[in-house]
């Protein structure tokens, strides 16, 4: 596999091989870079679930967000 360069390490690269959710746009279309997205709370869930709570924590946060699964039947992650 060959690694190409994008650029600056906390640009967000948008190629044929990246999903289209990875991708953050500005409204001018340029990539966001990471400092941008982090400060504007990006990451800011994934932040406190590593900095701030138990994995009890963390599972009951997904309870109560009542996110379900992605297999159609609409079973509860929790």
């Not at 906390?10 to 870079?33: F, K, M, S, Y």
């Not at 941008?36 to 994995?55: F, I, M, N, V, W």
């Amino acid at each position: 596999m060959t690694i190409t360069s994008f650029g600056p390490a906390n640009r967000i690269a948008r190629t044929a091989e990246t999903h289209p959710l990875t991708w953050r746009l500005r409204d001018d279309g340029e990539p966001v870079w990471l400092d941008e997205y982090q400060a504007k709370d990006g990451y800011a869930a994934a932040r406190k679930a590593l900095t701030q709570q138990s994995p009890d924590d963390i599972v009951q946060s997904v309870k109560d967000s009542g996110l379900k699964g992605r297999g159609g039947a609409g079973f509860p992650t929790g």
